[in-house]
């Protein structure tokens, strides 16, 4: 395991990798190292190969039986033993699979309340790397929630410190909802990757009076982080590392909103990598809390994490992995230039452009309209994709012409999201 940054997309040792993340925040509290089995074998079989998981999350978090992380929740004073040999065991666990673990030092709300510091920060991250050091699947991701304003020189101290301890380990930052690590770090050296959070909210929830409020609001289009983020910082990685989670109400706080469903986290993914994003993180309501019998369940969650393991949209995730690595994503670009009369939020139609094809993703609306006169190649094959069941729907050629239009299949279900493709053809 050898992860790299190389321009816009991570490459693991020679081959491309196409980030496929899980928010697993509680994983190293909330289950047994059984469990955590069970999940991470789970995860691995869906084609996910980053965990996002929090080191320490909350005022004396320990393991289930436990073994608290901090004495005295002093950064300075971790319990060496118990809670950090279950760490270690759970991130070998993923090892075995070929699963990366995205470590949170800790959740954000430590530094903007100054338990986490420029006194402590530092020593924090050489014990981190005495005992995670030697690993070879562990990405650091500083922050956690939080804007980088709230405390923007411990976060430097801390990413600065981890990168100088392991030049060779990716390092990125967590932020707060409808932000980017680039509105705060993007130009920093320590900063390999940038991660945004395009968060819960629908287009029409910009103000809900709550804690989490923010300036910034492009309502459910988070391809536009993405934009700007290439626009920011043109060579390094950008993704959704927290899109609307499965089965979590629109806006987080009100159990009587529309919970987000399967169709809604496959827009997000694919509009958000189809224009230029290197991967996605995709979000469970049950599975990033692990709830389970004895817990109060938050943001009104419906099942415990055991079952929502299974829940639709996290094992439609591969297809959209399985699709970029077949049509070298790692070599591709945004093609909205290729898109004629495209619509606004839903029926918006993002274009991705590679050595080997076209791709278009439609949310809704009946039909795409594509300028296939500007396409490199002849010979032009089409055929559609289901990013349901991840099926290839060939359909026969079609013409080079400065508008050409295609109707979309109907599945015949609540959602008729499809992938259109144009490959080029033998001569």
């Not at 699963?99 to 949170?104: G, P, Q």
């Not at 430590?110 to 699947?137: P, R």
Request: charged share 20%.
């Amino acid at each position: 395991m050898d992860l790299k940054v190389r321009g816009r997309y991570f490459f693991d040792g020679d081959e491309p990798f196409f980030w496929l993340g899980d928010t697993a925040w509680l994983l190293l509290s909330r289950l047994s190292l059984e469990e955590a089995g069970t999940y991470i074998c789970n995860r691995a079989a869906k084609g996910f190969n980053v965990l996002q998981v929090t080191l320490v999350h909350s005022p004396g978090y320990a393991t289930l039986d436990g073994k608290k992380a901090l004495l005295d929740d002093d950064f300075s004073k971790p319990c060496i033993g118990g809670f950090w040999e279950h760490a270690r065991k759970v991130a070998a666990s993923a090892a075995a699979h070929g699963v990366y673990i995205a470590f949170l030092p800790c959740w954000g709300g430590f530094a903007k309340s100054g338990k986490l510091n420029l006194s402590n920060a530092e020593g924090y991250a050489k014990f981190l790397h005495g005992a995670f050091g030697d690993l070879k699947n562990i990405i650091w991701v500083v922050g956690g929630d939080v804007r980088g304003d709230a405390a923007p020189e411990v976060f430097r101290l801390l990413g600065r410190t981890l990168k100088a301890l392991e030049p060779d380990r990716l390092v990125g930052y967590h932020p707060f909802g409808r932000c980017s690590s680039s509105f705060w770090f993007g130009q920093d050296d320590w900063l390999d990757f940038n991660m945004f959070q395009s968060g819960h909210r629908d287009y029409g929830q910009r103000s809900l009076g709550q804690w989490d409020d923010n300036d910034v609001f492009y309502g459910e289009d988070n391809y536009r982080y993405v934009q700007e983020d290439l626009k920011a910082c043109p060579g390094k990685p950008t993704l959704d590392g927290e899109p609307s989670y499965e089965l979590i109400p629109h806006g987080l706080h009100d159990g009587a909103q529309p919970y987000w469903q399967a169709p809604d986290v496959r827009r997000y993914a694919y509009w958000s990598v189809f224009t230029g994003a290197a991967g996605h993180t995709y979000g469970d309501n049950a599975i990033m809390q692990f709830l389970k019998p004895g817990y109060k369940p938050a943001y009104s969650a419906l099942s415990y994490w055991d079952e929502a393991m299974h829940d639709p949209g996290s094992g439609q995730m591969t297809h959209l992995k399985h699709l970029c690595g077949q049509m070298a994503f790692e070599k591709g670009r945004s093609a909205q230039e290729f898109i004629l009369n495209n619509g606004a939020r839903h029926a918006y139609r993002a274009a991705f452009l590679t050595p080997r094809g076209l791709m278009v993703y439609a949310y809704e609306g009946e039909t795409i309209d594509v300028n296939t006169a500007l396409l490199p190649f002849e010979n032009l094959q089409a055929a559609w994709f289901d990013p349901v069941s991840g099926a290839f729907s060939p359909m026969g050629t079609a013409e080079k012409a400065a508008c050409v239009q295609f109707k979309l299949p109907n599945r015949r279900e609540s959602a008729n999201d499809w992938v259109f493709l144009l490959t080029p053809g033998r001569e």
